[in-house]
């Protein structure tokens, strides 16, 4: 099976990134102004542009739409961000449209919407985050030892370049 993932890892081309409960721990707080607040991990940060800087291309996909998600994916040099969607499935076709790589991809979420981007044949690498809901672990190939918004997205991008003998760290 680790065989399998590695084979996997080392083709992808293109990783597709849910927001809340990947990149954020999926809480939602409001200020007393209105404002919503999201909280990042330094280290997922960092892990994105390794992977941008590896010539794999990023997209983020997220059913809620955030000023805070376009701050954060403009820092880290996200070209492809869409928000406020209903169907995610429908965001990727809308992605390739706009010149994503439409191949080889990796998508990664916690939450039922996300299994709408698990059932695309573009989406050969499945990852979730260990506190995902039941039937999105039960469905994905890769589950982070960490949660989301805890750097998990740290663990997905070491697996893809050092399936591609990308990773110049020592682990």
């Known amino acids: 099976m680790q065989a399998t993932l590695e084979s996997l ?3 992808i081309a293109g990783v597709i990134l849910d927001v809340d409960g990947v990149l954020t721990n999926g809480q939602i707080v409001y200020s007393d102004g209105g404002e919503e607040l999201k909280f990042f991990h330094v280290q997922d940060g960092a892990s994105i542009k390794l992977l941008i800087a590896s010539g794999i291309e990023v997209a983020i996909i997220s059913g809620r739409d955030s000023p805070a ?3 954060r994916a403009a820092e880290l040099g996200i070209q492809h961000v869409l928000q406020g969607v ?3 499935s429908q965001a990727l076709d809308s992605l390739f449209s706009r010149g994503f790589i439409d191949h080889d991809l990796c998508a990664i979420g916690d939450d039922l ?3 709408q981007l698990f059932s695309r044949t573009e989406v050969i690498l499945k990852a979730t985050v260990a506190n995902a809901h039941p039937a999105v672990i039960a469905a ?3 589950v982070t030892l960490r949660q989301g918004g805890e750097g998990a997205t740290v663990e997905l991008v070491q697996l893809i370049l050092q399936s591609q ?3 110049s760290f020592n682990s």
């Open 86 to 88: 209903s169907s995610k």
């Open 165 to 167: 003998n990308r990773w």
């Open 113 to 115: 919407a996300d299994l």
């Open 69 to 71: 998600v376009s701050r």
């Open 140 to 142: 994905a190939d890769f």
């Open 9 to 11: 890892a080392a083709r």
